[in-house]
């Protein structure tokens, strides 16, 4: 079975500064995808952005980029020029390649999550 | 794009009632996926559809939980006999089937929160 672990219960970050939230994962799978989902206050949740396990270049999405050690098992999420609104509880997630052994191709595996507060 | 759709938003019920969401889907998607979420923690899987067929539920699914998607667009997800743990963010999602070698993103309504009293 596959864990994802946040160690940052919450963290804050100034407007317009960069903030890096930390995330590592346990699997014995060689091939997946891993995601950061946003969820602000009373709001959906929102794809923020994603990275192939089998891509070596780490995946950036405008001022979302990602720090991804496949060796270390690690995928933090770096936030830069924070803005106010990017406060919302931060989730990483965890999914088996398409045709993962078990047919689990479909489950994604989250985190408890990172409250973000970005400040004026 | 109109999104994932839940209703309600908000249930509150006695403990022993049974209550049924309902989650509408990105109209071309075709899988559509159930998750409970608990105060502090992440989501979690329940169950998922392909079109009509539900294909895997989690062990959290007890037997008084049961899910439908009927005609392979809009599913409901009923509790029965509710109890106090039962209160909690229930989430659905969407998303295309998978291609071989892509993988494709899952997009979640606002939620249906849950208070048992």
């Known amino acids: 079975a596959q864990t994802v672990t946040q160690s940052q219960p919450e963290m804050s970050v100034q407007e317009a500064e960069t903030v890096t939230l930390s995330c590592t994962y346990d699997t014995s799978e060689s091939n997946y995808y891993l995601f950061w989902y946003k969820q602000p206050p009373s709001r959906q949740m929102i794809l923020v952005i994603r990275?192939?396990?089998?891509?070596?270049q780490n995946a950036t999405e405008n001022r979302f980029s990602v720090n991804f050690q496949k060796a270390a098992k690690s995928f933090s999420l770096k936030i830069s020029d924070s803005q106010l609104g990017d406060t919302a509880m931060y989730f990483c997630a965890f999914m088996k390649h398409v045709g993962g052994a078990g047919g689990s191709n479909y489950k994604l595996t989250f985190g408890k999550g990172t409250l973000l507060t970005v400040n004026p | 794009d109109t999104g994932v759709s839940q209703n309600p938003r908000h249930k509150i019920t006695k403990r022993g009632q049974n209550v049924t969401f309902r989650c509408d889907p990105i109209?071309?998607?075709?899988?559509l996926y159930w998750y409970r979420q608990t105060l502090g923690q992440g989501p979690e899987f329940l169950t998922y559809f392909q079109n009509e067929a539900q294909l895997e539920k989690s062990r959290l699914l007890s037997d008084r939980f049961s899910a439908e998607r009927p005609k392979g667009s809009f599913s409901t997800l009923e509790i029965q006999r509710t109890e106090q743990g039962d209160s909690a963010m229930y989430l659905c999602?969407?998303?295309?089937?998978?291609?071989?070698?892509?993988?494709?993103?899952?997009?979640f309504g606002d939620g249906t929160r849950l208070s048992i009293l």
């Open positions: 990275q192939e396990a089998y891509k070596q």
């Open positions: 999602a969407s998303s295309l089937v998978p291609g071989r070698s892509s993988n494709q993103p899952q997009h």
């Open positions: 109209s071309e998607h075709n899988r």
